[in-house]
């Protein structure tokens, strides 16, 4: 159970801070995010299978991929001040796919 669910945030963390084609990306937040997620889950292994706690990290960990592939969208700043324009490699979202209700 904590195995696809550590693959999964992995995943989710490569696609939301590089780009499609892997030669540019934020390689600073994305290898921060990696030892972030790789430390979080370090630091729960000690936890027994099925208990409330690891349950409860498990679904943690589910809920940030998902916030990653949803809400997290990389842009560059313009050279004329504080504009900026989605990333190149970025897959564009259609209107309601974030997971929030239209209305």
Same mark, same amino acid.
């Given at each position: ?7 999964? %945030? %992995? ?17 600073? #937040? ?16 000690? %936890? ?9 990290? #498990?679904?943690?960990?589910?809920? #940030? ?39």
């Amino acid at each position: 159970m904590a195995l696809p669910a550590y693959r999964n %945030l %992995l995943r989710s963390i490569s696609i939301a801070f590089q780009e499609a084609d892997r030669r540019e990306g934020d390689t600073r #937040v994305l290898t921060s995010a990696l030892a972030t997620a790789r430390s979080n889950f370090d630091s729960s292994r000690a %936890l027994a299978q099925g208990s409330n706690e690891a349950t409860a990290a #498990v679904k943690h960990a589910e809920e #940030v991929a998902g916030i990653l592939r949803r809400n997290v969208v990389q842009g560059r700043r313009r050279d004329e001040g504080e504009k900026f324009r989605k990333h190149s490699g970025c897959r564009a979202r259609k209107k309601g796919e974030n997971g929030q209700a239209n209305s």
